[in-house]
């Protein structure tokens, strides 16, 4: 496997509706939460503080082929959870372990390796800014965002955009609409480092 291919080439060589077709998997549907495993994982670096969320588009609109993808070790990759269209919710690693979904990274802190202290989540989405998000998704993405900043000292989401090294590697999540998570009240930092927003909130 060309495991260091550029991950948007690869990604775009993986036939969705084939992994679909070889993995029983049931959508639970809107906010629902299952757990499907992911063997991508390692231990966070000790007494590392979860303060990130990161939001991903998939690059496919297939949440089943998606799922199965991560529980492949060949993939090398993995999310926290990933949303549906549907609003379904799947998570496949526990937030105490380290995702593989950001790659060579950094935040606007300067701090490297931003799966060490972060969470991840993919928006089921083709990512050619042709598909818009549906509103059962961006109701889930919101209300799984208001949970894990209840249960961890969050003070960022960001975009793997504005993360991924070397800037411009990563355009994702595309045209998400950000002010829909304003309300949340922690700083939304997205866009290309090179025009960095302010923290706002
Ligand atoms: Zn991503």
């Known amino acids: 496997m060309l495991i260091q291919a550029s991950a948007l080439f690869l990604t775009a060589m993986i036939d969705w509706d084939a992994l679909e077709q070889e993995f029983q998997f049931t959508a639970p549907g809107p906010n629902k939460v299952v757990w499907v495993e992911s063997p991508n994982i390692n231990d966070r670096p000790e007494g590392v503080k979860i303060d990130t969320i990161v939001l991903h588009h998939t690059a496919s609109s297939n949440l089943a082929g998606t799922v199965k993808w991560f529980t492949m070790p060949e993939s090398q990759v993995s999310a926290h959870f990933t949303i549906g269209q549907d609003g379904s919710i799947v998570q496949q690693v526990s937030c105490l372990k380290r995702a593989w979904h950001a790659g060579q990274s950094t935040d606007y802190l300067g701090r490297k390796g931003v799966n060490d202290f972060s969470i991840g989540i993919e928006i089921v989405n083709k990512g050619d800014g ?56 922690v700083p939304l930092i997205y866009g290309r480092k090179s025009e960095r927003k302010p923290p706002q909130g």
Not at 130 to 143: D, G, H, K, S
Not at 165 to 184: H, M, T
């Open 130 to 185: 042709t598909e818009p998000y549906t509103e059962p998704q961006m109701r889930a993405v919101e209300l799984l965002c208001k949970v894990l900043v209840t249960w961890y000292p969050i003070q960022q989401i960001t975009s793997h955009e504005f993360i991924a090294d070397p800037e411009g590697r990563k355009n994702d999540p595309i045209d998400y609409p950000w002010e829909r998570l304003e309300s949340l009240g």
